[in-house]
Nanobody
């Protein structure tokens, strides 16, 4: 299963950006999809995930500012990021896991850079 991420870019503090992540492959389902991020000099951390039945999970640092959603038919997830702050600057990685032909899988997408200027 491959993940194709898009979106991101440069925005001023207080602005908004959106990310999307599309999964593709043969005969698969996903159980969860979402994003992690890694800032320079820091470890990769969870941003938000959403399960196939629509349960969302957010890092405390983004609660109330970021919204994750998914379109199961399109096997695509979206992350709307509002009220962005310089500390949100990082490379954002899409992540998904699920089942393919009864075997468990997980994949990472290519990173996309989000830069928030002060």
């Amino acid at each position: 299963v491959q993940l194709q991420a898009s979106g991101g870019g440069l925005v001023q503090a207080g602005g908004s950006l959106g990310l999307s992540c599309a999964a593709s492959g043969r005969s698969f389902s996903f159980t969860a999809i979402g994003w992690y991020r890694q800032a320079p000099g820091k470890q990769r951390e969870l941003v938000a995930t959403i399960s196939s039945d629509g349960v969302a999970n957010y890092a405390d640092s983004v609660k109330g500012r970021f919204t994750i959603s998914s379109d199961n038919a399109k096997k695509t997830a979206y992350l709307q990021m509002d009220s962005l702050q310089p500390e949100d600057t990082a490379v954002y990685y899409c992540y998904a896991e699920g089942f393919q032909m009864r075997a468990k899988w997980n994949s990472w997408g290519q990173g996309t850079l989000v830069t928030v200027s002060s």
